[in-house]
């Protein structure tokens, strides 16, 4: 008998607002715990929410971008439910109007590209962080009340495979959209999954269970890895799926049941009446379609097509909105494009991958790589100098002209100085000279080794093979 | 001249500007007189005596530099259920006790720079729940025409203070009559602005969606000049009105000439007391008799206004209550699970009334119940609303009764929460349909007990129903009588 899942995935997106969803405190992370809070992210009485513009716009900015219908009307509503972590133990979130419905996202896994459907996104307000202290427990409300994107998919996807291209596909959509920062480490996406398996044919879906938890993409990946065999083996033995809520443990990769408890929820939704309904109009809405930034496939095509890059190099730059944004800036600074991207691809995305850290957090700018360059481009310098060079500015930064002078790296294209060490690498090694001249090309390298080695690197290699070929007649 | 505690505040304003008296010498009278008699009304449940006095001396420092403000001096009085930075604010509950307010809201903030000095929390039925004071967790107020009978409610204290000439003016708050109610209670004058009309920001919620801030006040002209301070759009508070603030007091002193009152048949029929039918009947030959043309009409809706008020009402304070868990401020019991916390917590800290409302409100926004209860009662909410857009087709605003019956004695309808709910019967449909109304007194039952007129008129009519109250005040003496008070202390 054969198998099929199909996964849901409710994703959590943290925007990147400069403040809250409902007050003015900062969305910011990091801070000393309840420093960004003020009487309304506290829940105090007397206090009401006032909804943040932004917060709606890089919402429906989101939906733009994933093809979503955007309505032009859609409310707030209160979502009941007593937890230390919701501070007036109701969530203002968006039950049955939200700002954006459907919309797809295409994902590509082993080669085949397959259209993953939207069924909507809305906004709501996060909820805090309780954190437990030996036998007390504390709830730091910083995060409290932050906006909240929400993006619900349909059950389009059928393996673990496909949900990590698509979590992945929307990192880069989001982060492209200038939506959310995408920091997996500050949790700004969160994933629940919805799992469910049938047999390959059958018409209904399977009872679903919802996977909760997972901290990482890799999680999801995990988690899935796990839930869909263990379905699978459930109802080969005869067994029924139970409707429940499982919670992934990292530690031990395996998904275990919640208490039914958090289940048997009834949220009791209604309208939120301190908000009025969000009414946007036909102008401000064509506005924010205007403004929508590049996506990863046009800017691809973009780069290919005005800087004659392969299609391959273009999408290594675009797949991480902030090495082609590194890019193009180099570019801006005058760096000829197949040697800044060559440069980025190699030398420059291994220290990224090296250290975890972002394109930009490296010692070098766009400016830099530019100049480094350029001085290749103009013989200034040759390639191993400019490796070189290159290190000393990713390990204390600085100008790469500058030091190119200050440490005399500038290759010698003097011509008497490289025919006088063309003279003594070949009167020095009279064995290499009959090779060469015996027709093994690989003694013409060695002498060329011997010339810049004589030069200390700096001698032009193009010019010092001129010289050797003139003199070995 | 009268003694100091007996001016309205217009009168005030002018003493104070005329230098016939300073803000600290009207405090000091003041609470002089609430030492005198509050002990046989308990109108207030606080007064910080020193806030009041460095307030007042503010007050006469700012008039002595030349400065001059609408309210310059004058001590206003608030329900507790404000919030006023520094100062308690229990809303009538133990879940509160101790709380104090970390800021202020937008109406305090509004009343300061009009330079009013805000002394005195007002007395509450808990959380605005009530008809009569009696579910205030610190005791009832006491009817300052007879102390066997209730203010009224929810903002009892306010109009208790206010008949009894110890607040000059108060600010109440409104969700289905709490500032008429007691005000026709007490022989006051109780305004409900429209919704949206002054910011709730700072002023803890009952029902979100039908809550509105109202003054009670000793006459028409009083009410006029509160609401010039006190309205305007508020940022803070998204349902806040973004409409100009006219001088309220402009409407005053004109005839009725002009304009058409309706009396809605549906408010004269059974249940209504024969005294106060008498008088609002009365009341209303004074309007004809001032111009006023008077023609009947029909609100076919409001048999469904208390069922409906009582769903939508719950349904909102069922959730707006869920903060007061005991974990962030406020009473809390101590447990070992949040649960356990949260239901001790609860248990111990919320009044009967309150845990009957919230119970209500989460049955009808239950699972199952939900459409039933909870969707049909915003449908039949819009219907009442079009009901009074018919009516006022053909009219500018309507009189009627403000409550069925004055003021009753302690206990007489606390056992009964029906009957209870039934004395907002002809204010809580204003709160659904979203206009505004202002009770006036209009005349005593045969005990002695005062009377109240409502004018309702459609969303920002304020002045209209300034207007006919003013012109109505101006030709009879009702607002001018006083309660006999016996010196308690
Ligand atoms: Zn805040």
């Known amino acids: 008998m054969s198998w099929q899942a199909d996964i849901g995935l409710e994703i959590h997106v943290q925007l990147r607002t400069r403040t809250k969803m409902f007050c003015g405190c900062p969305n910011a992370f990091g801070a000393e715990p309840n420093t960004h809070v003020c009487p309304t992210c506290l829940g105090y009485p007397g206090t009401l929410p006032v909804a943040n513009a932004d917060a709606i716009r890089l919402t429906v900015r989101s939906g733009m971008l994933l093809d979503s219908t955007i309505g032009l009307r859609s409310k707030f509503d209160r979502k009941n439910y007593f937890y230390p972590d919701v501070s007036k133990n109701y969530q203002i979130t968006q039950y049955d109007e939200p700002l954006c419905i459907g919309g797809h996202l295409d994902i590509v896994v082993d080669g085949q590209t397959r259209r993953i459907g939207i069924t909507r996104i809305h906004l709501e307000e996060d909820v805090a962080k309780n954190i437990h202290f030996g036998s007390d427990s504390g709830v730091d409300f910083n995060r409290a009340g932050t906006p909240l994107m929400e993006i619900v998919t349909e059950p389009d996807l059928h393996t673990p495979e496909e949900a990590l291209a698509f979590l992945q596909a929307l990192k880069q959509v989001l982060q492209y959209g200038e939506v959310s920062d995408c920091n997996l480490e500050q949790g700004n996406i969160r994933c629940d999954i919805n799992c469910s398996v049938r047999q390959v044919g059958a018409e209904r879906l399977g009872t679903k269970t919802e996977l909760k938890n997972m901290n990482t993409f890799r999680g999801v990946f995990r988690a899935l890895q796990h839930e869909i065999p263990r379905q699978i083996r459930e109802l080969e033995r005869g067994r029924s799926i139970v409707q429940e809520t499982r919670r992934w443990d990292e530690a031990s990769g395996r998904t275990e049941a919640m208490r039914g408890k958090e289940d048997a929820h009834d949220y009791r939704y209604f309208p939120e009446p301190d908000l009025p309904p969000v009414q946007l109009t036909e102008e401000e809405v064509a506005r924010w379609r205007a403004e929508l930034p590049e996506l990863p496939v046009a800017r691809r095509a973009r780069l290919v097509q005005a800087h004659g890059l392969p299609e391959y190099d273009a999408g290594v730059l675009v797949a991480d909105k902030e090495v082609a944004d590194f890019f193009e800036a180099a570019l801006q600074a005058g760096a000829p494009a197949k040697a800044a991207s060559n440069w980025i691809m190699t030398e420059l995305l291994a220290r990224v991958s090296e250290t975890g850290a972002s394109i930009h957090s490296l010692r070098i700018t766009p400016a830099a790589l530019a100049s480094l360059l350029q001085l290749v481009e103009k013989k200034v310098i040759n390639g191993p100098t400019a490796k070189e060079v290159l290190a000393l500015v990713l390990a204390e930064g600085g100008e790469p002209e500058a030091i190119v002078k200050q440490r005399g790296l500038a290759q010698v294209s003097d011509t008497g100085a490289l025919e006088a060490f063309a003279a003594q690498a070949i009167s020095a090694n009279p064995k290499s000279v009959a090779d060469y001249q015996a027709g093994k090309p690989a003694a013409f390298e060695f002498l060329v080794g011997q010339v810049m080695r004589l030069s200390r690197g700096k001698a032009n290699p193009q010019l010092v093979r001129e010289l050797l070929k003139k003199q070995l007649g | ?489």
């Open chain 2, 1 to 489: 001249m009268a003694a100091l505690t007996e001016l309205t505040v217009s009168e005030a304003v002018r003493v104070l500007s005329e230098g016939g008296t300073t803000s600290t010498s009207l405090l000091e009278a003041l609470l002089q007189r609430i030492d005198q008699h509050d002990g046989a009304i308990h109108a207030y449940v606080s007064i910080d005596r020193e806030d009041a006095m460095r307030q007042a001396e503010a007050a006469d420092a700012r008039r002595k530099r030349g400065e001059s403000a609408p309210l310059l001096g004058v001590p206003i009085a608030v329900k507790d259920l404000f919030n006023v930075k520094g100062q308690p604010c229990t809303c009538g509950s133990r879940m509160l006790e101790g709380y104090i307010a970390p800021f202020d809201a937008t109406v305090i903030t509004r009343l300061r720079e009009a330079g009013a000095v805000i002394v005195g929390r007002l007395n509450m039925d808990e959380f605005a729940m009530g008809s009569s004071t009696e579910n205030s967790a610190w005791g009832p107020s006491r009817n300052p025409w007879n102390t066997d009978c209730v203010p009224g409610g929810s903002s009892g204290g306010n109009a208790a203070a206010v008949a009894a000439d110890i607040a000059f003016a108060s600010l109440g708050t409104d969700t289905g009559g709490s500032v008429r109610q007691p005000a026709s209670f007490c022989g006051c004058v109780g305004l409900k602005p429209t919704y949206g009309r002054i910011s709730r920001y700072g002023v803890v919620a009952y029902a979100s969606s039908l809550d509105q801030v109202g003054p009670v006040t000793k006459d028409v002209r009083d009410t006029a000049l509160l609401m010039n301070v006190m309205s305007g759009l508020d940022l803070r508070d998204s349902t806040s009105l973004n409409v100009p603030t006219p001088d309220f007091t402009t409407a005053l002193g004109r005839d009725l000439r002009g304009l058409r009152l309706g009396l809605p048949s549906e408010y004269f029929g059974a249940g209504l007391d024969p005294e106060v039918e008498r008088a609002v009947r009365a009341a209303t030959d004074v309007c004809r008799s001032l111009g006023a043309e008077i023609v009947s009409v029909s609100l076919p809706q409001t048999k469904f206004a208390i069922p409906t008020y009582y769903v939508i009402a719950t349904a909102e304070a069922s959730a707006n209550l869920a903060r007061f868990d005991g974990i962030r401020y406020g009473a809390r019991v101590k447990a070992d699970s949040p649960l356990e916390l949260y239901e001790q917590t609860r248990a111990r800290g919320f009044g009967s009334e309150v845990k009957r409302r919230i119970i209500l409100g989460t049955y009808v926004l239950s699972s199952g119940y939900y459409d039933a209860y909870y969707l049909r009662a915003q449908k039949v909410r819009r219907w009442i609303r079009a009901g009074f857009d018919d009516a006022f087709r053909s009219c500018d605003a309507l009189l009627t009764p403000t409550a069925p019956t004055p003021a009753f004695r302690f206990g007489e309808k606390s056992a009964d929460p029906l009957q209870m709910y039934l004395s907002d019967i002809f204010t809580a449909t204003v709160n659904l349909a979203g206009g505004c109304a202002l009770s006036v007194p209009c005349g005593f039952s045969a005990t002695g007990m005062p009377i109240g007129m409502q004018v309702i008129g459609p969303a920002l009519a304020e002045e209209t129903l300034l207007r006919v109250g003013h012109a109505y005040e101006q030709a009879t003496d009702w607002h001018l009588r006083r309660p006999q008070l016996k010196a308690s202390v």
